[in-house]
Nanobody, 126 residues
Framework: QVQLVESGGGLVQAGGSLRLACAAS????????MGWFRQAPGKEREFAAG????????NYANSVKGRFTISRVNAKNTMYLQMSSLKPEDTAVYYC???????????????????WGQGTQVTVSP
C-alpha cells in the first residue's frame, strides 16, 4: 500500500494558477504509474492527468490539455500538477492515485487505481 497526501489546493480567480503536490510513502513510488483525478459536486470522479512510472509519458483530459502539466520527482516520492489559466469549471476536489500493478502505464479508469489521497479542494471564482 502507498499512502498519498495531496496539498496545494485553494481559492483562486479565473485565469490564475495553482500547483498541487502529492507526497507518497510506503511501497516504491517510482515503480507505479500515477494519476490525478477530480470530482466536482454532483458529478462522477474523472481523470485529469496521468504519468508513467518513469515520467517519460503523460496524458491529459481534453478539458485540461494545454493548461495543466503533470510531473513527478521519484527521488522525492512526489508528483505534481501545475494548473494554469484556471476556469470556474475546474472547481473540484482533486485526488492523486496510484495505479494497480507495477510498471504499467496509466489509465483513465479510476477502478484501475488502488491507493487514493484524501483530496484537496480547488475553487476557481469567476
Amino acid at each position: 500500500q502507498v499512502q498519498l497526501v495531496e496539498s496545494g489546493g485553494g481559492l483562486v480567480q479565473a485565469g490564475g494558477s495553482l500547483r498541487l503536490a502529492c507526497a507518497a510513502s510506503g511501497r516504491t513510488f517510482s515503480n507505479y504509474a500515477m494519476g490525478w483525478f477530480r470530482q466536482a459536486p454532483g458529478k462522477e470522479r474523472e481523470f485529469a492527468a496521468g504519468i508513467t512510472w518513469s515520467g517519460s509519458s503523460t496524458n491529459y483530459a481534453n478539458s485540461v490539455k494545454g493548461r495543466f502539466t503533470i510531473s513527478r520527482v521519484n527521488a522525492k516520492n512526489t508528483m505534481y500538477l501545475q494548473m494554469s489559466s484556471l476556469k470556474p469549471e475546474d472547481t473540484a476536489v482533486y485526488y492523486c492515485a496510484r495505479r494497480r500493478l507495477q510498471f504499467r502505464t496509466f489509465t483513465y479508469d479510476p477502478s484501475d487505481y488502488e491507493d487514493w489521497g484524501q483530496g484537496t479542494q480547488v475553487t476557481v471564482s469567476p
